[in-house]
């Protein structure tokens, strides 16, 4: 039997019976607050950063630390946040800082005379109170301040900057302008380690116009910035962290336990009061659902009071209500769903016209539906789409063919997900190092570049489709990461993906047989739309949580993977059997001479 023929993918009438037993309750699929009320008071931003406070504080009372790199995503939002804890948090030993400069101005037979004298009160030019202030964009005379002369008399004036409004206290700035002006960071540096302030001319090829002398600083930098920025700078100073402390405001929380549930809540509630409105606990769940959404954890959501605000004045927007409901975050979902929703509805038409094809009924050979998430440059939208995968089988000399790879459509990660399901075939099957098979795979109708291995148990499959000869249901779709002993990884993307294929499947009929194979490890990743749970409520799309290539194969051919030892009937012969015996045909065709073919 020659596996190129052109029968080899007509599609076959039969369609396996799965096993609903075996499929997630609707239950399953939404999370939910293990709590029933809100708690009896609220909770303020800091109380949900441990390690970032006690960082802090540490940094603000160590005598000898001058600089803290803290990763912040949301600068902005956080710096205002970091102002108000560190002028309630820091320690002043004095009360006035710094010098005032004493500026004698030169005439027609002298030079200007500057000098310095300890600063008394706040009306001496360089002095302060220890100020805590935030400055995430400056140029270089706004952070270290100017030396002016006048176009006509030449007197001289001295203005400080940023560095000598903050002596004494806290300077706030961004990792971002330091990166973009990097010559200031230089310049920064040498003030946090010497705790001294030396003038400069700002022009490289201009002497200043008289000596000013430098004078002592007690200043403390925070520099904040995303892990990208602080990164980039630690690359540009490698010795960063030896005279530099670290610390992160974490931008998401645990809520695995009662307590830390406890505290978002109170958190929320806090925000909410903020903005003037009201959230009822139903909204609140809600909420924690859409949050669950973005995070891809039940057990971490984003606690950005930027993301946070946003969400609810989103919310009061649209419904103009002062008391939030759970069906008022549902309907700002639905809207925003439709207002991100044109690519994905056209990518969507291009499959229900068969412009894309992609099956969803029937059984074919060599061919499975993957699931993907796709992203759009230049769009804040990502959404799942199945990819049709197929895989076509000859006699040859064991080569399995990546065609996406052999195009350069595919990144290394997806190669390596290819490799590796190759590869755990050959051992769970105990198969012989050279194949008489080979083999080509392809993401048909797929045209741009892939990437991620998420495909690598479809890719698993479609394999042993191909070399079995036995069908697989087009109802069904698949994602899951494998390795090399069979065990099936989380992905991830999983809400999209489950909700791209059975958005298809709604749209050309639910006929109670559909469904997808996701990993074991993605149930905790898992908020889908209501209408997904509406479905598998219903029993009317299924979600098939596996565990290892052993279930997963069980469930999509109605056929133990590998030869157990026991008694089997034609239609239940293990897979494995099916496989050995097409090698072992083809192994003694090859023994046969040339006159036994003519006799044959």
């Keep these: 039997m020659c596996d190129n023929s052109p029968n080899f993918f007509k599609k076959r009438v039969t369609v396996s019976s799965f096993f609903p037993q075996q499929a997630l309750n609707w239950q399953a699929l939404q999370p939910d607050l293990a709590i029933t009320e809100f708690p009896p008071e609220t909770v303020d931003f800091w109380s949900l950063q441990p390690n970032a406070k006690q960082a802090l504080s540490v940094f603000l009372r160590h ?32 009360s006035v800082f710094g010098v005032n400069y004493v500026v004698e101005q030169g005439d027609a037979f002298s030079f200007p005379r500057v000098y310095t004298e300890m600063a008394h009160s706040l009306d001496d030019n360089f ?34 900057g940023l560095v000598h409004r903050a002596n004494g206290g806290v300077l706030i700035l961004s990792a971002g302008m ?53 990164a980039t700078l630690g690359e540009l100073e490698e010795s960063l962290y030896s005279f530099a402390d670290y610390a992160e405001i974490e931008s998401y929380i645990s809520v695995a336990e009662v307590e830390s549930q406890k505290m978002w809540a109170g958190y929320v509630n806090k925000i909410a009061q903020t903005l003037n409105v009201e959230i009822n606990f139903s909204a609140l769940n809600k909420l924690y659902k859409l949050l669950v959404r973005e995070s891809e954890d039940r057990f971490l959501i984003n606690i950005s009071p930027l993301k946070l605000k946003e969400m609810l004045q989103d919310v009061v927007t649209l419904t103009g209500n002062s008391i939030l409901s759970a069906d008022d975050f549902e309907a700002v979902f639905q809207r925003k769903s439709i207002q991100y929703g044109f690519l994905k509805e056209q990518t969507y038409a291009d499959i229900l016209n068969e412009q894309v094809y ?25 959404f799942g789409e199945p990819s049709r995968i197929s895989c076509i089988v000859q006699f040859g000399e ?33 198969l012989p190092s050279q194949l008489p098979f080979s083999a080509s795979l392809v993401f048909e109708q797929s045209y741009g570049e892939i990437d991620g291995d998420s495909a690598s148990l479809a890719i698993f499959c479609v394999l042993v489709s191909a070399l079995s000869d036995l069908p697989l249901p087009q109802n069904i779709a698949i994602t899951g990461s494998i390795d090399q002993f069979g065990l099936v990884h989380s992905v991830g ?37 209501d209408e997904v749970k509406s479905a598998v409520k219903n029993n009317e799309f299924f979600i098939y949580p596996v565990e290892d290539i052993y279930q997963a194969c ?39 001479g040339f006159w036994d073919f003519f006799k044959s």
């Design 63 to 94: 005598p000898s630390r001058f600089l803290l790199m803290l990763k912040a995503d949301d600068q902005a939002e956080y710096a205002s946040l970091l102002e108000s804890f560190t002028k309630l948090h820091h320690y002043r030993e004095q």
């Design 127 to 160: 002095a302060t109170l220890g100020e805590v202030v935030n400055a995430l964009y400056c140029d270089q005379f706004q952070l270290f301040g100017s030396l002016r002369v006048h176009p006509s008399s030449h007197d001289i004036q001295l203005n400080p």
């Design 178 to 230: 330091l990166l973009s002006q990097f010559d200031l960071w230089l310049r920064l540096k040498q003030i946090l380690q010497t705790q001294t302030f030396d003038w400069y001319s700002a022009h490289p090829f201009k002497h200043l116009p008289c000596d000013v002398p430098s004078y002592k600083l007690n200043l403390k930098v925070i520099v904040l910035g995303n892990r990208t920025e602080l």
């Design 358 to 382: 992609v099956e969803t009924q029937g059984e074919i050979v060599g061919q499975i539906n993957g699931l993907s998430v796709i992203e759009y440059p230049g769009t804040p939208v990502s």
């Design 398 to 430: 064991g080569e399995v063919i990546d065609v996406e790879r052999k195009n350069e459509l595919a990144g290394n990660i997806h190669s390596k997900g290819m490799m590796i399901a190759q590869a755990c075939l050959s051992n769970i099957l105990d």
């Design 493 to 529: 993307g999983v809400n999209d993906k489950i909700e791209g294929f059975f958005t298809i499947c709604q749209r050309r009929g639910l006929t109670g047989k559909q469904g997808v194979i996701i990993p074991m490890t993605t149930i905790q990743q898992l908020s889908l739309s």
């Design 554 to 592: 069980e469930y999509l051919f109605e056929r133990d993977l590998l030869d157990e030892n026991k008694e089997y009937s034609e239609k239940t012969i293990p897979i494995s059997r099916l496989i050995q015996r097409r090698i072992e045909n083809r192994l003694d065709s090859e023994k046969k």
